[in-house]
């Protein structure tokens, strides 16, 4: 028998259940009645006391809504908002980026996933059979591809001008495939077959010419699209991808059993180079060429506020998170700003993509900020339900939100929003 | 269409992959009929709604996971014991951890979780959730869910083991 992981044994026997018992729907219809003949028989007092129970909490729940006027700290460099609460909705600061109605079904009447977009007009979505093209302004579907060439879902679904690229597993198999085909549609075409121990990260990055990625043994690999070769460039020896053109090289801080900080970066193509300087009271560091994101150590946060005080001004008053204060900077280590409070320590990452980065923010309400620090642009999803950079595996990344309900598997339920994070300048 | 013709297709066209997520859910094809009933009678009585403001099967799917859970405590309610509460485990490796072994014996490590654990890792790896995702299906925190996992992920792998070390003897 082959060795699998969790996620393969849970899907073997998902796809081994039987068919359900028949006669389900007479079975669900009897027990809506039954329930609905209760509940009239529980009466009129069940009915005051909820009427009450609701109009109380309506009202002692009611929101105060004030027009209150974007603040931002009128300081040279990046940029922040003076505070999370009151940050103007997605849709007005990026609506390029902002999908109003994404597809929720393909044309086969499966659930659809949007993957990426393919030109202004025209989104990439697949559905587990198929890629497809979705115009959305005539809200149709044009076949692009069918079969990924394996029976897991396509994973690291790249677009590049000419090719989408994406790879796929096979339950079982201990490697997995690279495919291409081209962006306008056409057959797919292998480009390489690995050993799963090679596949560390999922943030993948393509070219027209090829593919690179984290290997597992240390370096960033890169495997031609026209004749499969796979290499580890010997620039690229220690470094790590980070779904964008941009590899880096990262490290601990000095005299700490943990955390990360970027070193440099390195322009997988070009070879461009970027030096990064983390201040002595950094605990984590992550960059992207334009700005970096950190965070400060609990312990010594007051002392560099204070001296720091000038440079944070009042966006950082009382903003003491656990773990430390979270920061941005330039790659220089200049510039250093506070982020306003936020409500752990795991509320901030940093989101990368080809135009530069973005920071991802959950406030203590659940809500989505996010922040472009170079452009000074926000927005807000304004609403706790649905969260995160989820499929982040594939590109680019995006941002699920809107309905009572979060957005399962990637997919999109009827009025769900979708953020495209490469769209959001 | 009429509300209920259009429960009765969407009942049709669902019912096969709602019972699939409820019998990796619950582990057995009883339990996978009965949470799958249970929650689209719920669902049935709120379709108009639903419809109009989410997804129906995400809907049915989050009410399943909650009634496969909370059937569990109700089942378990008087062996319940004063208990530490559930503390956030940093680990960022979590979510890259393979279980490896053939799928029978990772299935029936699964069986040996309890429900909430089981849910978590079905969100995590089937569902492919993250964990704020899973947290706000389950109503709980996205530390709870870390602990979860890691509790559930470490049940796993000390199955695993036991069954080897037996197997070798």
């Given at each position: 028998?082959?060795?699998?992981?969790?996620?393969?044994?849970?899907?073997?026997?998902?796809?081994?259940?039987?068919?359900?018992?028949?006669?389900?729907?007479?079975?669900?219809?009897?027990?809506?009645?039954?329930?609905r003949?209760?509940?009239?028989?529980?009466?009129?007092?069940i009915?005051?006391?909820?009427v009450?129970?609701?109009?109380?909490?309506a009202?002692g729940?009611?929101?105060?809504?004030?027009?209150?006027p974007?603040q931002?700290?009128?300081?040279?460099?990046l940029?922040?908002?003076?505070?999370?609460?009151?940050?103007?909705?997605?849709?007005?600061?990026?609506?390029?980026?902002v999908i109003?109605?994404?597809?929720?079904?393909?044309?086969l009447?499966?659930?659809?996933?949007?993957?990426?977009?393919?030109?202004?007009?025209?989104?990439?979505?697949?559905?587990?059979?198929s890629?497809?093209?979705y115009?959305?302004?005539?809200?149709?579907?044009?076949?692009?591809?069918?079969?990924?060439?394996?029976?897991?879902?396509?994973?690291?679904?790249?677009?590049?001008?000419h090719?989408?690229?994406?790879?796929?597993?096979?339950?079982?198999?201990d490697?997995?495939?690279?495919?291409?085909?081209?962006?306008?549609?056409g057959?797919?075409?292998?480009?390489?077959?690995?050993?799963?121990?090679?596949?560390l990260?999922?943030?993948?990055?393509a070219?027209?010419?090829?593919?690179?990625?984290?290997?597992?043994t240390?370096?960033?690999?890169?495997v031609?699209?026209?004749?499969?070769?796979?290499?580890?460039p010997?620039?690229?020896?220690?470094?790590g991808?980070?779904?964008?053109?941009?590899?880096e090289?990262t490290?601990?801080?000095?005299?700490?059993?943990?955390?990360t900080?970027?070193?440099?970066?390195?322009?997988?193509?070009?070879g461009?180079?970027?030096?990064i300087?983390a201040?002595p009271?950094?605990?984590?560091?992550r960059?992207?060429?334009?700005?970096?994101?950190?965070?400060?150590?609990?312990d010594?946060s007051?002392?560099?506020?204070?001296?720091?005080?000038?440079?944070a001004?009042?966006?950082?008053a009382?903003?003491?998170?656990e773990?430390?204060?979270?920061?941005?900077q330039?790659?220089?280590?200049?510039g250093?700003?506070?982020l306003?409070p936020?409500?752990?320590?795991?509320?901030?990452?940093?989101?990368?993509?080809?135009?530069?980065?973005?920071?991802?923010?959950?406030?203590?309400?659940g809500e989505?900020?996010?922040?472009?620090?170079?452009?000074?642009?926000?927005?807000?999803?304004r609403?706790a339900?649905?969260?995160?950079?989820?499929?982040?595996n594939?590109?680019p990344?995006?941002?699920?939100?809107?309905?009572?309900?979060?957005?399962?598997?990637?997919r999109?339920?009827?009025?769900?929003?979708?953020?495209?994070?490469?769209?959001?300048? | 269409m009429?509300?209920?013709?259009?429960?009765?297709?969407?009942?049709?066209?669902?019912?096969?992959a709602?019972?699939?997520?409820?019998?990796?859910?619950?582990?057995?094809?009883?339990?996978?009929?009965?949470?799958?009933q249970?929650?689209?009678?719920?669902?049935?009585?709120?379709w108009?709604?639903?419809?109009?403001r989410?997804?129906?099967?995400?809907?049915v799917?989050t009410?399943?996971?909650?009634?496969?859970?909370?059937?569990?405590?109700?089942?378990?309610?008087?062996?319940l014991?004063?208990?530490?509460?559930?503390?956030?485990v940093?680990?960022?490796?979590l979510?890259?951890?393979?279980?490896?072994?053939?799928?029978?014996?990772?299935?029936s490590?699964l069986?040996?979780?309890?429900?909430?654990?089981?849910?978590v890792?079905v969100?995590?790896?089937?569902?492919?959730?993250?964990d704020?995702?899973?947290?706000?299906?389950l109503?709980?925190s996205?530390?709870?869910?870390?602990?979860?996992?890691k509790?559930?992920?470490d049940?796993?792998?000390?199955?695993?083991?036991s069954?080897l070390?037996?197997?070798?003897?």
């Open positions: 028998m082959s060795d699998v992981n969790v996620r393969e044994a849970l899907e073997t026997y998902a796809g081994a259940a039987s068919a359900p018992p028949p006669g389900l729907l007479e079975r669900v219809e009897a027990g809506y009645h039954r329930r003949r209760r509940r009239r028989t529980g009466g009129a007092a009915a005051v006391v909820l009450a129970v609701t109009l109380g909490a009202i729940a009611w929101p105060v809504r004030r027009a209150v974007d931002t700290v009128g300081q040279p460099g940029q922040l908002p003076a505070s999370f609460d009151k940050v103007p909705p997605m849709a007005s600061v990026w609506p390029q980026a109003e109605e994404p597809p929720v079904t393909s044309p009447g499966r659930p659809a996933r949007t993957v990426g977009r393919l030109d202004a007009d025209h989104l990439l979505v697949e559905d587990r059979v890629f497809y093209a115009d959305q302004r005539a809200r149709t579907f044009r076949v692009l591809v069918t079969g990924f060439g394996g029976n897991d879902p396509a994973n690291e679904v790249l677009i590049t001008p090719w989408l690229v994406w790879q796929v597993r096979n339950h079982g198999e490697f997995f495939s690279v495919y291409r085909a081209p962006v306008t549609g057959e797919r075409q292998l480009v390489i077959k690995v050993r799963t121990s090679y596949l990260a999922r943030d993948w990055y070219t027209d010419d090829a593919v690179f990625w984290s290997a597992r240390g370096g960033v690999t890169r031609s699209l026209s004749d499969g070769s796979m290499t580890t010997a620039a690229f020896q220690r470094l991808t980070h779904g964008t053109a941009w590899a090289l490290g601990r801080p000095a005299g700490r059993s943990s955390g900080v970027s070193l440099l970066l390195r322009h997988l193509v070009t461009e180079q970027r030096t300087t201040l009271d950094t605990v984590s560091l960059c992207v060429p334009t700005f970096c994101l950190g965070r400060t150590d609990a010594r007051s002392a560099s506020s204070a001296s720091s005080a000038s440079s001004s009042s966006v950082s009382g903003a003491k998170p773990g430390g204060r979270w920061f941005v330039q790659l220089d280590g200049s250093r700003r506070a306003p936020m409500p752990d320590r795991e509320s901030a990452q940093l989101v990368t993509t080809d135009a530069g980065g973005l920071i991802l923010v959950t406030t203590a309400r989505q900020v996010v922040v472009n620090p170079v452009t000074g642009r926000w927005g807000s999803t609403t339900s649905g969260f995160g950079p989820s499929c982040a594939y590109s990344p995006a941002l699920r939100w809107g309905g009572d309900k979060p957005p399962v598997n990637c999109t339920g009827q009025g769900t929003r979708l953020m495209l994070f490469a769209d959001a300048g | 009429t509300e209920e013709q259009a429960f009765a297709d969407f009942v049709r066209h669902r019912t096969a709602l019972y699939r997520y409820g019998y990796i859910l619950s582990g057995n094809h009883h339990d996978a009929d009965d949470l799958v249970d929650a689209l009678i719920r669902l049935r009585g709120h108009a709604r639903v419809v109009r989410d997804d129906p099967t995400g809907y799917r009410t399943m996971t909650r009634l496969h859970v909370s059937a569990w405590r109700r089942r378990r309610r008087e062996w014991t004063a208990s530490v509460p559930d503390a956030a940093p680990d960022p490796d979510a890259k951890v393979d279980i490896t072994g053939n799928a029978e014996q990772v299935w490590a069986a040996t979780l309890p429900p909430r654990q089981r849910a890792l969100l995590r790896f089937y569902e492919r959730l993250t704020q995702e899973i947290a706000t299906t109503g709980v996205s530390a709870t869910i870390r602990s979860q996992a509790r559930g992920l049940k796993l792998r000390a199955a695993k083991f069954d070390s037996e197997a070798l003897r």
